[in-house]
């Protein structure tokens, strides 16, 4: 009895189960470098109220909190005290802060803001530029806490658990 053709079971190539395993391996790679691994903090530029920039690069060698915020946003209006209760404990260790109002927000109601709550750190327009240097940033308040080598240490999406984030400043500014 011979087999014909047809009913021969097909092997697949090693070659085809390689190129897989390569394929695989880069997908993996690439997410441990996207998601997992420390980040750098982007090259952006920040103008501040008063019309002086300051840039990540100025900040390196310090520990600093970037947060995206809006004035029309209810949870960042919600935090904003405690960001500055945050500031003021971590200033004299050497914390530096940007707070970077969104390039939807009307420059006047920062201002006003920033005046009548006396905000003590540094208050930025975004023009649209530093939100999409730090990955494209939409949802306020959005909060980076990046350590003296520039390195991403976390990415708050939303309010902060305050405790987590005093923990982490202090071990940063020790270090």
């Known amino acids: 009895m011979s087999q014909t053709p047809a009913s021969t079971p097909r092997r697949a190539s090693p070659v085809r189960y390689i190129a897989m395993a390569i394929v695989a391996a880069a997908i993996a790679v690439a997410g441990y470098f996207a998601f997992g691994g420390q980040q750098q903090a982007p090259d952006a530029t920040f103008t501040l109220l008063s019309g002086q920039k300051i840039s990540t690069a100025d900040l390196k060698g310090k520990v600093y909190l970037v947060n995206f915020w809006a004035t029309s946003c209810e949870t960042c209006m919600k935090e904003m005290p405690q960001m500055v209760d945050t500031y003021n404990r971590f200033k004299g260790k050497g ?54 080598n520039g390195k991403i240490l976390k990415r708050y999406v939303g309010e902060p658990q305050f405790a987590e984030l005093d923990q982490l400043l202090t071990e940063a500014l020790s270090t």
């Open 95 to 148: 914390l530096e802060f940007v707070a970077v109002a969104m390039n939807y927000d009307a420059p006047m109601y920062v201002v006003n803001y920033a005046q009548t709550r006396q905000l003590p750190f540094k208050i930025a327009m975004d023009d649209g530029s530093a939100a999409k240097q730090f990955g494209n940033v939409q949802l306020t308040p959005t909060t980076f806490v990046i350590d003296k």
